[in-house]
């Protein structure tokens, strides 16, 4: 009974987080998992979250169906709100957690994060919902070169920071050389190892 009327209690939640008005309250949960313990500097309840709402928005069509009648209305409205928040943010750096304005550009920051997720999932969901052979290459390259790629921007890093190159070309450098660094790992060594695919979970066949 009490097993029952805990799966009628989650449906009945998620049937209300799937209505427009207490989805875009989701900031508010997101910023209060920031006071929760966080090993290692990542807070494993923040992640969490962003994981479960997104699996359940994209398992559930109510939520697809809400995101698209909002994604127009969040866009006009982060085009004002993320300068704003920049600017709030540079004025009241490097003042204590807890103090009134860290709160504040904490339910801020949460927000734009929050907004800005359902933009991408929005436009996203309307204007890249395609298949491919490039697309079915790169969901299976997504999760090796996930875990690759900081090591390898920490390597290109070592050797194009001390340059006497700008910020800007130091960063573009660094980025463009370090996503074809592990595009060519993934492709020339990850993939074709056997003891490297079962090591990054890559199946075998296909891209």
Not at 48 to 70: K, P, S
Not at 105 to 134: C, D, E, P, S
Not at 145 to 174: A, C, E, M, R
Not at 184 to 204: E, N
Request: proline residues 5%; hydrophobic residues 55%; positive net charge.
């Amino acid at each position: 009974m009490n097993k029952e009327s805990g799966k009628r209690g989650l449906a009945r939640f998620w049937s209300t987080f799937s209505k427009p008005w207490a989805f875009l309250l989701g900031f508010i949960i997101l910023t209060a998992t920031e006071v929760l313990p966080s090993p290692g500097g990542k807070n494993p309840f923040f992640f969490f979250f962003l994981f479960l709402v997104g699996y359940i928005a994209c398992a559930d069509e109510r939520f697809n169906t809400m995101i698209q009648g909002l994604k127009a209305k969040v866009l006009l409205f982060l085009i004002p709100f993320l300068p704003l928040y920049l600017l709030l943010a540079s004025k009241f750096s490097g003042l204590p957690d807890l103090s009134p304005e860290s709160v504040m550009l904490a339910f801020m920051r949460n927000l734009a994060l929050w907004l800005t997720l359902i933009v991408v999932l929005g436009y996203g969901q309307k204007y890249l919902n395609f298949g491919g052979q490039w697309l079915a290459y790169m969901n299976k390259a997504a999760y090796p070169i996930y875990i690759i790629h900081q090591t390898i921007v920490l390597v290109i890093g070592f050797f194009v920071v001390p340059t006497g190159l700008g910020v800007v070309p130091k960063f573009l450098s660094t980025m463009v050389i370090s996503f074809f660094s592990c595009l060519i790992i993934y492709d020339l060594l990850i993939k074709r190892l056997a003891a490297l695919r079962w090591l990054f979970g890559v199946k075998s066949g296909g891209g």
